[in-house]
T-cell receptor, first 115, second 112 residues
Framework: GESVGLHLPTLSVQEGDNSIINCAYS??????FIWYKQESGKGPQFIID?????DKRQGQRVTVLLNKTVKHLSLQIAATQPGDSAVYFC??????????????FGKGTHLIIQP | ETGVTQTPRHLVMGMTNKKSLKCEQH?????MYWYKQSAKKPLELMFV???????ENNSVPSRFSPECPNSSHLFLHLHTLQPEDSALYLC???????????FGSGTRLTVV
């Protein structure tokens, strides 16, 4: 079954507001997490990642928070813009000796930006 | 072109046809992946190739046959597909031991 999931299939926010997208995972061995953005007709685009030895990481207008105690991951987008409209996925991986491992994805949250 | 390139972008095929999807990565990565994305379902990992050897096959039907002739190219050969195989097929690449996976734009497959 799935080892990651998202709480909301759709999130609607006003342009300029901050957005928070949540993700829960169940595999306690997961040690690497990625957020992807997927626009219509395109493949997933990397946004930000975090390893399990961190609880927060910031990028440009985005922040990822990791709470290992409750197995929760969130993506915060500051001052949302129309171009942020997309489906956002969290994904996890549990490295095994640095070998090639695929990612396990959640179902995705569709972020809608209201003008 | 940089990154991960997939061709064709769209494909319509009959259930008796044989077709192939192609993926090429220009990132110097040594691992490549096929994922299936169906409507309202999470991305599903199908195949993993590391150093041109298949390391994972997630119970994918034999009508899907991957091929990795070198570290830059990955194919997915399709034959006698079913309508439920219609989906977006995504290729990704990574470098083992290094964080990050890069996806292509996918091939939208429709089986009629």
């Amino acid at each position: 079954g799935e080892s990651v999931g998202l709480h909301l299939p759709t999130l609607s926010v006003q342009e300029g507001d901050n957005s928070i997208i949540n993700c829960a995972y169940s595999n306690s061995a997961s040690d690497y997490f990625i957020w992807y953005k997927q626009e219509s007709g395109k493949g997933p685009q990397f946004i930000i990642d975090i390893r399990s030895n961190m609880d927060k990481r910031q990028g440009q207008r985005v922040t990822v928070l990791l709470n290992k105690t409750v197995k929760h991951l969130s993506l915060q987008i500051a001052a949302t813009q129309p171009g942020d409209s997309a489906v956002y996925f969290c994904a996890e991986n549990s490295y095994s000796g640095g070998g090639a491992d695929g990612l396990t994805f959640g179902k995705g949250t569709h972020l809608i930006i209201q003008p | 072109e940089t990154g991960v390139t997939q061709t064709p972008r769209h494909l319509v095929m009959g259930m008796t046809n044989k077709k192939s999807l192609k993926c090429e990565q220009h990132l110097g990565h040594n691992a490549m992946y096929w994922y299936k994305q169906s409507a309202k379902k999470p991305l599903e990992l199908m195949f993993v190739y590391s150093l041109e050897e298949r390391v994972e096959n997630n119970s994918v039907p034999s009508r899907f046959s991957p091929e990795c002739p070198n570290s830059s190219h990955l194919f997915l050969h399709l034959h006698t597909l079913q309508p439920e195989d219609s989906a977006l097929y995504l290729c990704a690449s990574s470098q083992t031991g290094v964080d990050g996976y890069t996806f292509g734009s996918g091939t939208r497959l429709t089986v009629v």
